[in-house]
């Protein structure tokens, strides 16, 4: 099982290597410095953690967060955050969860099976993708 969650962190984070610098192209910019603060956990951390979740069987996250990932996954996820700070940044992780589950088969099999009801959005999202990222390239 720990050789798992290595395998999808690093699937997760390739998909992110090429996500980011992307997604980042294409925000809206003012014209204004903005300060980016680097959060302790990095956006493919989060990622790997949420879609653990789906894959755990656990009812709620609240429970999957504290009662798994902070005493047992500690060794993988070495600055772990608050569960309250984790919510937060999985907002950031939303759209390029989807993303990372259209573009990798393995990560789309997991979370399909558990997020049947969102499959519409799933399919709008990935329309999004390909006509943004795979045609842009």
Known sequence: MDND???LFCDVDDFCIIYEPQFNKWLLQDGSKKRIR???LILS????????FHAS?????KDYYKKEVIPHLQWAFHDLVS???FVELMS??????????IFIPHIYAIMYKYITPLYHTVHLLSTFFIDVFVHSW
């Open 5 to 7: 969650i290595v395998t």
């Open 38 to 40: 680097k959060s302790k």
């Open 45 to 52: 951390e989060v990622m790997t953690i949420t879609i653990w």
């Open 57 to 61: 069987g656990y009812r709620t996250f």
């Open 83 to 85: 569960y309250n700070r």
């Open 92 to 101: 950031q992780a939303l759209l390029p969860l989807f993303g990372c589950c």
